[in-house]
């Protein structure tokens, strides 16, 4: 049973930084693709990073280019998405995400708040 657990958001000013975490059991990551999505209010959901199950190709929304970075340790089966210079159009409800490459599947975590504000 795959279950996605995230941690590491809170509140910060904006040009600040944070680090997501996504625990994932039952998931392997050279089948599931893992990645991170974001909701913001009134808002549908959207891409902000993955990676293939290979780790070799990450793809990233051009809103978060050249500031934020996914990466996994496989060790720890564990996902992070580390923020920087964060504006107050990132705020969200960040999403960790596990898809099947074979059924095309996603599996979701329940979220944790990213709030970026003064």
């Known amino acids: 049973q795959v279950r996605l657990v995230e941690s590491g958001g809170g509140l910060v000013q904006p040009g600040g930084s944070l680090r997501l975490s996504c625990a994932a059991s039952?998931?392997?990551?050279?089948?599931?693709?893992m990645g991170w999505y974001r909701q913001a209010p009134g808002k549908e959901r959207e891409l902000v990073a993955t990676f293939t199950p290979s780790g070799g190709s990450t793809t990233y929304a051009d809103s978060v280019k050249g500031r934020f970075t996914v990466s996994r340790d496989n060790a720890k089966s564990t996902v992070y998405l580390q923020m920087n210079s964060l504006k107050p159009e990132d705020t969200a409800v960040y999403y960790c995400n596990a898809r099947n490459m074979w059924s095309n599947y996603d599996y979701w975590g329940r979220g944790t708040q990213v709030t970026v504000s003064s």
């Open positions: 039952g998931v392997a990551f050279t089948v599931h693709s």
